[in-house]
C-alpha cells in the first residue's frame, strides 16, 4: 500500500557484493555477536537475516528467553543492515514489542529492513521469528551518522 | 516538580524484605542475568539497581559495548523491579536511548524505577550510568500481567 | 525480504465493505478527526489512507506543522485501522519519528498498515508523506482488546 | 534514588527569567498551542507545566480525548521545555503510553522535566495528568539541535 519516496542522498555504495563484504568485516570485529552465536544468513544493501539459537544461558527467571538476547539478535541485524553500505552509523535508539516467548533450543530469525535513510539517518525494522515463522518480536532502530564530511548533503 | 497519583491499585506485598527474597528467587533462576554477571545491589519494592562489568565478549564491531548487551542489564533491572512485588509481570515491550559509549572495562550502574503501576500493567524507567555518574542510556520498559485472578479489580 | 505469520486468531470480519463500514462509522463519531479536516481516503481489512491540509492553526513556534497534528493524523489512521475489522481495539501507545518538516498549505497522506495481529494485541506503522511522496514521519502504534468474550483463545 | 550527573555541556543561559521570556515567546508563534486553548501553569529552566481543557472537537470515535490531542499536549510542554534555555531545539521523536481515558470537560495537566541533555541532544519526560492527579499518559520526547555554531564542543 505504502510507495513512499525516502531517500535523500544516495549511499556511497550500494553494491551487493560491497553490502556482503562491508557486514563481513564488521562481523569479524563484534565479539558480542560471535559470543552469541549469531550466523549471517543473507546481506543485501540495507537488508540483513542473521539467526540465533537460543542456549539455556540466555534464559530468564520464567525459563524463556531473555529479552535482553531477544534485543541483542535484533540490534546485531539492525546494527548490520545500517552499516551495509560501507559508511558506520551507529544507534542512537531503538524500541522493541515482544510479541511471544521464544523457548531453549529454538532457532530465531531476525530480518532487518531499511524504512528511511537519509545521509545523517536511518530507521531500519526487524522482525524476530521463530523457524515456523511465528513472530517473536518487533523491533525499530535509528541510527545516525555523526560526522557528515564537508562537501556532503544531509 | 511531578507529584502524581499514579497506582490504581496495591500490590500484594511492598515489604522491603519480600522484594528481596523476591529479587533473589528471581535471579537464582535468571541464567542470562547471571551469564552476563550482573550482580545486585539494591532492592526496594519498585526499584532495583545492579551492577554488570564491560567484558570482551560485550563488544560490538565499533570497539564499544553492545547495545544488545546494555539493553539487556537495563532489562534484568527492569525484570527485577517489575517483579518485585511477588506477582508475576511479563515484558511487553521497550525503548532504549543511547546517550554515550562504554568502554571495555566500564563498570555500568542500571537503576530502575516505577513510573507507573496499576494491577495489569507498569512502566518502569531505567537509568544506565557508568561509575563516574555519566548517563550511558535511558531505557523505559512497559509490563503486563496477563491473567488477573478473578476477584481482582484492575 | 520479510514474510512472516504474524496472526494467531482470524478477526471477525475480513471484507472490505465491513471494514469501509466500521471505518465511516467510526469517523463519523470522531469529533477530533473532523475538526481536523480528515479526509479518509482508502479502506481495507488493517489498512487505511487518510489525508490533511496543514491548516494555519496547526502550526508550531518554529512556523511548521506541530508534532501534535502530525501525530493526530497518523494516530487516526491507526485507529482507523486497527479498528476495521468491527472489534472496538483501543491505543496501548505509539511512537513517532519525526523526518521532515512540513509547511503551510501542504497535503499530507498517513497510510496505516498492520504489522502483527493477535485476538488480544495489534501493532500498526503509519508513513506520513507529503503529496511529492517525500516522507514526513514514521509510527508505529500498539494496540488492545481489553476484553476478550469467554471462549476465545487469545 | 538516581543521582546521575547528565550534562556534558552548559546551556547559554539557565535563568528563571530568561525560561519564561523564553518560552513566552515561543507560545507567542504557536498558532497550534494558541488553537487547542493550552495555558502556561510554570517555567523553570528545563521544566514547564501546561494545561488543557478536553473540549467536544477533542473526543475520538469512542468518546474519549483523541490520543492525538493528548500527545499534542504532552509535545507541547516538551517543546517549551527544551527551548527553555533560548537556543532552538527540535523534535527528534517521541513515544507515549496511554494509561487512562480522559473525558469532555477533564481538566488535563502536562509537566515536563529534563531527563538528559548535551550541546546536541536532550531527553524530556511528561506526565499527563487530571486535576485529580490521575495519570492518563507518559511521554518522552528526543529533541535534537540541528546546527551547533562552530567554535561549540558538542
Redesign the interface.
Known sequence: ??????RTAAPPNDSPHAARDAVR????????????GIEIL?V?PG?V?VAMLVR????????TC????L???A??AF?FAC?SYGE?M??????????AAAARGDRLIA?A?E??R?AR?G?Y?V?V?KA????VA?F?G?CARLRVPSGTSA
Open positions: 500500500m505504502l510507495n513512499v519516496s525516502n568485516a564488521l562481523y569479524a570485529r563484534d565479539l558480542a555477536a560471535q559470543a552469541l543473507d543485501a537488508a537475516r539455556p544461558d540466555m534464559l530468564n527467571g520464567h525459563g531473555h529479552g535482553g538476547m534485543f541483542a539478535l540490534d546485531t546494527a552499516n558506520a551507529v544507534a542512537a535508539g531503538a524500541g522493541i514489542e515482544f510479541i530480518s529492513n524504512t528511511s537519509s539517518h530507521i525494522d522482525a521469528t515456523s515463522g511465528e513472530l518487533h525499530r535509528r
